[in-house]
């Protein structure tokens, strides 16, 4: 299992503009390339009920989502009703056997003509 982050906007009223923080989240996966990225996540900055803006740490934020993942049952049991829990399937690894059969299922045949269409557009060839 792996963390990773995502910026996000955290809301922020005032003039100082756009506040961010890192949002961060426990990643799955699987030989075959299939991938999982959890619901939970945990935020650095977030803004309290007064208004104010919070810069947390990645350390606590870390810590945080190091104590729900030691909640779930990862288990060869208990692992299925884990993902469907607590996780949501993202696309699989580009070139692994979960991708090929997703290919071969024809989802990906939408996205590449649209490419090819608007490579068509940009270079001027059709």
Known sequence: MNT???FVEVPFNTDDGTRYGRAWHAG????NGRRF???????????????WFNSGSDDQSMAALEHYL???????RGLKDT??????EVSPV???????DEEAAGLYAETAE???QDDARIHGYE
């Open 4 to 6: 990773y982050f995502d």
């Open 28 to 31: 799955l996966e699987f030989s």
């Open 37 to 51: 990225e959890s619901y939970k996540r945990e935020c650095t900055a977030s803004v309290n009920q007064s208004g």
């Open 70 to 76: 030691q909640g779930l049952d990862l288990s060869i």
């Open 83 to 88: 993902l469907l829990e607590h996780f949501r």
């Open 94 to 100: 580009y070139g692994s056997a979960a991708y090929q």
């Open 114 to 116: 649209k490419a090819r």
